[in-house]
């Protein structure tokens, strides 16, 4: 991984732990100091973080971790859908060797449920999707998903859901009918399971933010706690 990835990796670490709050600076030349790096790989970071829409520039006030708007979370959903619907397709005829990969990775997800570790669970979740999406072969389809940066608003969504017990425990679980469509070798039977999987988890984040979810209130990705809304 070249070094200007590895910052980015770091940084988005910082700001999905809470480390970095939405409205803290981040100051290019102190980042820099604190890696033991030059500003440029920090630059090129810091620019990659805007693409991604987690840093925003202000004028005369530089860069600032950008609080995540309710409805940019929920928007994604139909496009993932659509998206793991044709994985799912294309995935089937070569799958077939990395099903006990798949069922370790619940197996860890399990245990991020018993740890209560959204991070974790984000990670390992992101790592299921990803070994079918390697599967389809697709170029195309693989940037595609990769650019929508799935695993940071997967964690987004794990952390409300660990506000919800149920929901949160329920993660690992909700992806063993996958599994199963898979080893079935139906194309339309799997795609069909995996954009049922997106589209539920779409219903439980819309619940969970109630109607206010193609609002633009916003949503710190570090904590339970909306700010725009006193009392919560």
Not at 63 to 73: F, G, K, L, T
Not at 101 to 117: F, N, W, Y
Request: charged share 30%; glycine share 6%; hydrophobic share 40%.
């Amino acid at each position: 991984m070249i070094l200007s990835e590895q910052i980015k990796e770091e940084l988005l670490d910082n700001i999905l732990s809470g480390k970095y709050e939405p409205g803290d600076r981040l100051v290019e030349s102190q980042i820099a100091r604190e890696l033991g790096v030059s500003q440029s790989p920090v630059r090129e970071a810091l620019r990659d973080l805007m693409a991604m829409k987690f840093v925003e520039v202000l004028p005369y006030k530089g860069a600032r971790v950008r609080r995540v708007e309710r409805r940019e979370i929920v928007e994604i959903y139909p496009v993932r859908a659509a998206l793991e619907e044709l994985a799912g397709q294309l995935a089937v005829a070569n799958i077939s060797g990395r099903i006990d990969e798949l069922s370790a990775v619940v197996g860890k997800m399990e245990a991020a449920a018993k740890a209560e570790d959204p991070r974790e669970m984000a990670a390992h979740d992101v790592e299921f999707h990803r070994i079918i999406m390697d599967a389809t072969g697709n170029g195309v389809l693989i940037e595609t998903w990769n650019s929508l940066m799935i695993e940071a608003r997967t964690f987004v969504t794990a952390k409300n859901l660990l506000a919800s017990t149920m929901e949160f425990q329920s993660i690992p679980a909700a992806h063993r009918p996958i599994i199963e469509a898979l080893q079935s070798g139906d194309a339309t039977r799997c795609g069909k399971v995996m954009r049922e999987h997106v589209e539920a988890f779409e219903a439980v984040m819309k619940e969970v933010y109630g109607n206010d979810a193609t609002n633009h209130r916003s949503f710190d990705a570090s904590s339970q706690r909306d700010e725009t809304i006193p009392g919560n």
